[in-house]
Nanobody, 125 residues
Framework: QFQPVESGGGLAQAGESLTLSCVAS????????MGWFRQYPGKQREMVAA?????????RYSDSVRGRFTISRDNAANKVYLHMNSLKVEDTANYYC?????????????????WGRGTQVTVSS
């Protein structure tokens, strides 16, 4: 069971940028796929972005963030990042990192035993 730790959330105005960080706990981080999810109050978590493990990582994005958000990883630091640009009010949510899920052509299926505590992002107009 992995326990990633997110940071970097906070307040931003629409149009601004924020970068979220996640420190992963797995010992084979470079080989693990990683994902970022967000959750609105009363709603299920939804995938925002995912990145594969291995040699040359590939990425997946939800339609709502494609072109605005970028996921990246630093294997030496066991970290994955979510760079969020052109933020919108509807990006306001609690953002979660997921470690070691299944990356596939249509997206990313989370490891249900590996969620961080989340970090809140609030975007004002």
């Amino acid at each position: 069971q992995f326990q990633p730790v997110e940071s970097g959330g906070g307040l931003a105005q629409a149009g601004e940028s924020l970068t979220l960080s996640c420190v992963a706990s797995g010992s084979r981080f470079s080989m693990q796929a990683m994902g970022w999810f967000r959750q609105y109050p009363g709603k299920q978590r939804e995938m925002v972005a995912a990145i594969s493990g291995g040699g040359t990582p590939s990425t997946r994005y939800s339609d709502s963030v494609r072109g605005r958000f970028t996921i990246s990883r630093d294997n030496a630091a066991n970290k994955v990042y979510l760079h969020m640009n052109s933020l919108k009010v509807e990006d306001t949510a609690n953002y979660y990192c997921n470690e070691g899920g299944t990356y596939f052509s249509q997206g990313y299926y989370p490891n249900l035993r590996s969620w961080g505590r989340g970090t809140q992002v609030t975007v004002s107009s």
